[in-house]
């Protein structure tokens, strides 16, 4: 005792997004909903860690559907002074030559046994700021790349800032959460120069910051990594010719590459799935980049009814998730009638509010992600026919979906309209129905109350996907293609299924068309038979996803692999 708490922190977590709270609308999806994950792990795990964000008061967006399918957004606002406390530091930033002055508002995120992390937002909206600054922190992936890049040095440059005006001098790792905070190694690389009484940057403050940064990358498709050209650069943050001069800051002479700045600038660098560690290492060859796979914060997506079961038969499953695997001991007929409260209550909830009239007896797969065309959200609707008969020769199935398109992705909002249309054609044999505004609270219900969960990424695209993780703590079983994490949670038939069977690499060619017949296939000649005519080992299946898979694909196993192999390693 005696120390500020503030002395104790060693890690500092930087993200575009964090999803701390459903009602603070600060996150678009995965990436962000997994950084909110790892905070509150973090705290149970009393890791020092304080994070940093951005606020956006305006949030993401309101997603809501017309009759067609077709997606309008509507604002997301909220009222930072409810959730948020204001702090009293002032530190500003030059942005295209102008002073920006940010506060910043703190959330702490209780851990189990009460300790906490800081999460620090920082807000531009400041009378002393132009109208344009003000608005910097209004919107999240909301403008064009001039009003990105200048984010990322409000994120980078203005977060390393705050957290020393917050007292925050001993970090030993700043963890860069995909490479929009990696205007943070400017910062430092002005302190590593400082320190050494020098005016300009040389390569010996590139080596002093590398010891201090910790970089995960997010997914290998092209448009996740955030890239600038230098005239760009140079005109939002100045003419630094001594920062764009290092070795190792513009990629091919004439980008500012946020992936390869975070890259060249880190210690350890990691994808978050095996197979994407490989992908990302064929992707970034010639550096060392491990793999720690993501996993979700197990009470916070436990349900009700599971968590009431678990408390009763595995009374220590918060403190430790790998406690879990003793779900194993739990009598079917229990877990049965959680996943039917759960489901019961999703389906009252689709009724009520789209009177489609689901029935609770069939079985019904769910499909929410964030609408991106890889996905192939629409790939169960390749054949109709087949799937038709597959449901009137088995008992039925019955479809929920969700998920939001990026604004201006013309061709993610497309598709939402080409599930409307098969929605239709299938009218009253499929019963199926899109949710409007997938969030926190939606992905929570969905994930626990289906009885299968469905994905169908084009591999090797989907990094590590961590809904079906989620839905896997609360015994629903995953269908989905061997990508990501499912390449390591997949035990056919003991912890879902998949959809093909081969796991290839980068540049290796493999036959995607193949992929709606295998679906097919696995719901006709598996599933379906499983779900109505052997349910006790369909029972098995639910049991099995809970202690092989949700005692794993926590980010409490993660945390402590970040710990051991990230934050205090060399
Ligand atoms: C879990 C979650 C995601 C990420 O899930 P993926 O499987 O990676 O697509 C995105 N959005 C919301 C609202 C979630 O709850």
């Given at each position: 005792m005696g120390r500020t708490p503030n002395e104790k922190r060693s890690v500092a977590y930087f993200s575009m997004e964090i999803g701390i709270d459903e009602r603070v609308s600060t996150y678009s999806g995965g990436l962000g909903i997994l950084a909110g994950d790892t905070i509150r792990s973090a705290a149970d795990l009393k890791v020092p860690m304080v994070a940093v964000t951005l606020l956006y008061r305006k949030g993401y967006f309101r997603q809501e559907l017309e009759t067609d399918g077709w997606q309008r957004e509507e604002s997301a606002a909220w009222l930072v002074e409810d959730f948020l406390e204001e702090m009293p530091h002032r530190i500003s930033v030059l942005v295209e030559g102008r002073t920006v002055?940010?506060?910043?508002?703190?959330?702490?995120?209780?851990?189990?046994?009460g300790s906490t992390v800081?999460?620090?937002?920082?807000?531009?909206?400041?009378?002393?700021?132009?109208?344009?600054?003000?608005?910097?922190?209004?919107?999240?992936?909301?403008?064009?790349?001039?009003?990105?890049?200048?984010?990322?040095?409000?994120?980078?440059?203005?977060?390393?800032?705050?957290?020393?005006?917050?007292?925050?001098?001993?970090?030993?790792?700043?963890?860069l959460n995909e490479g929009h905070a990696a205007l943070l190694t400017l910062e430092l690389l002005d302190?590593?120069?400082?320190?050494?009484?020098?005016?300009?940057?040389?390569?010996?403050d590139m080596d002093a910051v590398r010891k201090q940064c910790v970089f995960t990358t997010h997914t290998p498709v092209p448009a996740g990594h955030d890239k600038f050209p230098v005239d760009l650069a140079r005109k939002v943050i100045g003419t630094r010719e001594d920062f764009f001069a290092l070795d190792g800051v513009l990629h091919e002479g004439n980008t500012l590459n946020m992936t390869y700045l975070a890259l060249n600038l880190s210690r350890h660098i990691n994808g978050v799935a095996r197979k994407h560690g490989e992908i990302s290492r064929l992707m970034f060859a010639g550096y060392t980049i491990d793999a720690i796979t993501n996993g979700v914060h197990a009470a916070t997506w436990v349900s009700a009814p599971f968590r009431e079961l678990f408390d009763r038969y595995i009374p220590f499953w918060k403190k430790d998730n790998?406690?879990?695997?003793?779900?194993?001991?739990?009598?079917?007929?229990?877990?049965?009638?959680?996943?039917?409260?759960?489901?019961?209550?999703?389906?009252?909830?689709?009724?009520?509010?789209?009177?489609?009239?689901?029935?609770?007896n069939v079985l019904t797969i769910g499909f929410a992600r964030r609408v991106a065309t890889y996905k192939r959200a629409d790939l169960l609707f390749q054949d109709m026919e087949r799937l038709r008969k597959i449901s009137a020769e088995s008992g039925g199935i019955q479809v929920i979906y969700a998920g939001k398109a990026h604004p201006r992705d013309v061709e993610g909002k497309n598709l939402i309209k080409q599930i409307f249309r098969a929605k239709h054609a299938l009218g009253k044999d499929i019963k199926i129905t899109y949710l409007e505004n997938y969030n926190m609270t939606l992905g929570a219900a969905m994930t626990a109350g289906v009885d299968l969960w469905l994905n169908t990424p084009e591999p090797p695209m989907e990094a590590s996907g961590t809904s079906g993780m989620k839905a896997a703590l609360n015994g629903v079983p995953h269908l989905s293609v061997l990508d990501g994490w499912w390449i390591e949670g997949h035990i056919e038939g003991l912890t879902g299924w998949s959809i093909g069977n081969e796991v290839v690499g980068k540049g290796e060619h493999?036959?995607?068309?193949?992929?709606?017949?295998?679906?097919?296939?696995?719901?006709?000649?598996?599933?379906?038979?499983?779900?109505y005519r052997d349910r006790e080992r369909f029972m098995n299946v639910m049991i099995y996803s809970i202690a092989i898979n949700g005692s794993f694909f926590n980010t409490q196993r993660m945390m402590q692999q970040y710990v051991l192999n990230a934050y205090y390693s060399r």
């Open positions: 002055h940010l506060r910043s508002w703190k959330y702490e995120v209780k851990g189990i046994d800081p999460v620090y937002f920082l807000d531009a909206d400041l009378a002393e700021n132009s109208e344009w600054d003000r608005n910097l922190t209004q919107s999240l992936y909301g403008g064009d790349e001039h009003y990105r890049l200048s984010q990322e040095v409000l994120l980078g440059i203005g977060g390393v800032r705050m957290l020393r005006a917050l007292g925050h001098d001993s970090i030993r790792s700043f963890h302190e590593a120069a400082h320190r050494a009484g020098r005016k300009s940057l040389t390569q010996e790998f406690s879990l695997r003793y779900a194993l001991s739990i009598p079917k007929g229990e877990v049965w009638n959680a996943h039917m409260q759960n489901k019961k209550r999703l389906i009252d909830s689709v009724n009520r509010e789209t009177g489609v009239s689901m029935d609770e493999r036959d995607h068309s193949l992929d709606a017949p295998s679906l097919y296939e696995k719901l006709e000649k598996t599933i379906l038979p499983l779900f």
